[in-house]
């Protein structure tokens, strides 16, 4: 059975329920009385054995703590095997399952952390996560409050051309960045040694095979394709990991005041992109991308708070692994008046989406439990 690693305490007694994470990375979380017991890591769905483990895992948890669970919380990815097992499980167990957003959980997970209730302004960058409308998100501005969530604004979408491929070959990203930017012509001379580098300017022309996404990972994926410093991924990560390190290495850099753009529900890198093409030293790049999308996102945040009237940021999702995306966004933040929540005890990453929906799945049957009171 899955060690649990962490037992953090709620503000309260609340009923049994089962959380069971997303497709990578997966996690449990299970409440009992006033506790969440995160597992340790199980691992990625997409390996049979996982699968297994999870499976086991997941009964045997109950057991352990000699629990059912009222409910069953699950990320809103139908094709997840977590999604299939939660289901399962509900039906097996006669209870309700819960769908949770995927970003929706990374910020509540926080809020978890901290204990906090109450409206915060989530700000989510990850790589990937089914939105609302289907679509891939993973750069999200939103507006949370227990198990209500509210999008208020996103990254500018870049094309993903070929789909999934583009995630793990990230000169296609900074193909879809010149696109964007109108210079798709300097795709087959700037990647000659990419046989489908005419193909993929051909797909971006057309829009064949180029879903749309408004992730911060894959605008990692741009610049370091721009910069040509990993125009393919050997693991999960690996741009943005050697973006991060060119960046520190080089020592800070004031940020390109005219790198974005910013309206009430979009953010848009596209004119740091542009300067990112131009730019011969990568470190330089690096550190000019990081200290400009970090003005970025501070001024959007401000933008909403003074829009909003909500005065807290709870920062979630694998990008605030990137501990110097982090630090400059906190810099940037410095004397605005806004409190900051970011993940101390457990992952910002997917690892933590369980105990994300198991916040929200706390809050939705203490909901249901006050609606049953005034009836």
Not at 69 to 96: I, K, N
Not at 266 to 280: E, N, Q, T, V
Not at 311 to 320: E, K, S
Request: glycine content about 10%.
């Amino acid at each position: 059975m899955a060690a649990i690693v962490k037992v953090l305490p709620l503000m309260q007694s609340a009923p049994p329920l089962l959380a069971l994470g997303g497709g990578l990375k997966n996690t449990l979380c299970l409440v009992k009385d006033d506790a969440a017991h995160l597992s340790e890591v199980i691992g990625d769905l997409d390996i049979l054995d996982n699968r297994r483990r999870l499976q086991a895992d997941a009964t045997a948890l109950c057991e352990a703590l000699d629990l059912t669970p009222q409910l069953l919380v699950h990320d809103r990815h139908p094709d997840f095997y977590s999604t299939e097992l939660a289901e399962a499980l509900a039906a097996r167990h006669g209870v309700p399952a819960l769908a949770v957003q995927h970003h929706h959980a990374h910020i509540a997970a926080v809020c978890a952390e901290h204990r906090h209730r109450g409206p915060v302004l989530g700000l989510a960058l990850d790589g990937f996560g089914l939105g609302d409308d289907a679509q891939a998100w993973g750069g999200e501005l939103l507006l949370v409050d227990g198990e209500a969530c509210r999008r208020l604004g996103h990254l500018m979408p870049l094309a993903l051309p070929g789909g999934d491929r583009a995630a793990r070959e990230p000169w296609r990203m900074a193909a879809a960045a010149l696109h964007a930017l109108g210079r798709s012509d300097e795709i087959p001379r700037r990647w000659p040694g990419q046989p489908a580098a005419a193909t993929v300017q051909g797909m971006l022309a057309s829009g064949f095979n180029c879903p749309q996404t408004s992730s911060m990972g894959r605008l990692f994926d741009a610049a370091a394709g721009l910069l040509d410093v990993c125009p393919k991924q050997q693991y999960e990560g690996e741009a943005a990991m050697t973006l991060q390190q060119r960046a520190e290495r080089h020592g800070p850099v004031a940020p390109l005041t005219d790198g974005y753009r910013t309206t009430d529900d979009r953010l848009d890198f596209l004119p740091l992109l542009a300067c990112l093409a131009d730019i011969s030293d990568a470190g330089a790049g690096a550190a000019l991308f990081h200290a400009t999308v970090a003005q970025g996102l501070a001024d959007w945040l401000r933008r909403a708070a003074d829009l909003t009237g909500i005065r807290v940021v709870a920062c979630g999702g694998g990008c605030f692994l990137n501990r110097h995306l982090l630090q400059g966004l906190q810099q940037a933040l410095a004397g605005s008046g806004l409190t900051v929540l970011t993940a101390q005890r457990v992952s910002p990453g997917d690892s933590g989406l369980a105990l994300g929906q198991a916040w929200i799945g706390l809050h939705h049957l203490q909901a249901l439990s006050t609606h049953g009171e005034q009836h």
